[in-house]
T-cell receptor, first 112, second 113 residues
Framework: DTEVTQTPKHLVMGMTNKKSLKCEQH?????MYWYKQKAKKPPELMFV???????INESVPSRFSPECPNSSLLNLHLHALQPEDSALYLC???????????FGPGTRLTVL | AQSVTQLDSQVPVFEEAPVELRCNYS??????LFWYVQYPNQGLQLLLK??????LVESINGFEAEFNKSQTSFHLRKPSVHISDTAEYFC???????????FGSGTRLSIRP
């Protein structure tokens, strides 16, 4: 199984809502990532988990809260987002060092 | 620190014509090199990678890239493109010991019939 799955596919939320994005992989990878991608731009790294511990936070605002419950799952909790947070949110996984990252299909988030 | 430059933001070509998407990188240490493709409204898919060994790497759908250490380049080529190759292509680098991947700004390949 070389697939990373993400749910939901689309999400529309108001600025006062709380929602969560979910990501799952069963490739035995011990590193998982959250990226934000705006239109016509490359993905921007947000967070990296290595062996279920947060290893990189790219100065992301606290309204984004990541969680890694186990080695297969990665969540991104969203609260009090702004319209400029509307983007495609991509999850990826890999071995902790070396090799390629495998990306999920993304969640298209719209903040009203 | 590493950086990646994709010299062309857009490349329009006719169907069945050859194409080259250029990628140059900067790094003081050895790196792994990747090409990812993103079709409209989808996530990124790995197209091909260079980790070590042969400097010419090939994908299953006819793309190839050559690692040129002296020119610090990893250009992507295809001898004959199809409409289905229309997508955004990202070149990327990663230090072997690092978890972070550095992306180029992307090249939009548009195929004209």
């Amino acid at each position: 199984d070389t697939e990373v799955t993400q749910t939901p596919k689309h999400l529309v939320m108001g600025m006062t809502n709380k929602k969560s994005l979910k990501c799952e992989q069963h490739m035995g990878h011990r590193a998982m990532y959250w990226y934000k991608q705006k239109a016509k731009k490359p993905p921007e790294l947000m967070f990296v988990y290595s062996y279920e511990k947060l290893s990189i936070n790219e100065s992301v605002p606290s309204r984004f809260s990541p969680e890694c419950p186990n080695s297969s799952l990665l969540n991104l909790h969203l609260h009090a987002l702004q319209p400029e947070d509307s983007a495609l949110y991509l999850c990826a996984s890999s071995q902790p060092s070396g090799g390629e990252q495998f990306f999920g299909p993304g969640t298209r988030l719209t903040v009203l | 620190a590493q950086s990646v430059t994709q010299l062309d933001s857009q490349v329009p070509v006719f169907e069945e014509a050859p194409v080259e998407l250029r990628c140059n990188y900067s790094s003081s240490v050895s790196v792994y090199l990747f090409w990812y493709v993103q079709y409209p409204n989808q996530g990124l898919q790995l197209l091909l990678k260079y980790l070590s060994g042969s400097t010419l790497v090939e994908s299953i759908n006819g793309f190839e890239a050559e690692f040129n250490k002296s020119q610090t380049s990893f250009h992507l080529r295809k001898p004959s493109v199809h409409i289905s190759d229309t997508a955004e292509y990202f070149c990327a680098v990663r230090r072997p010991s690092a978890s972070k991947i550095i992306f180029g700004s992307g090249t939009r390949l548009s195929i004209r019939p």
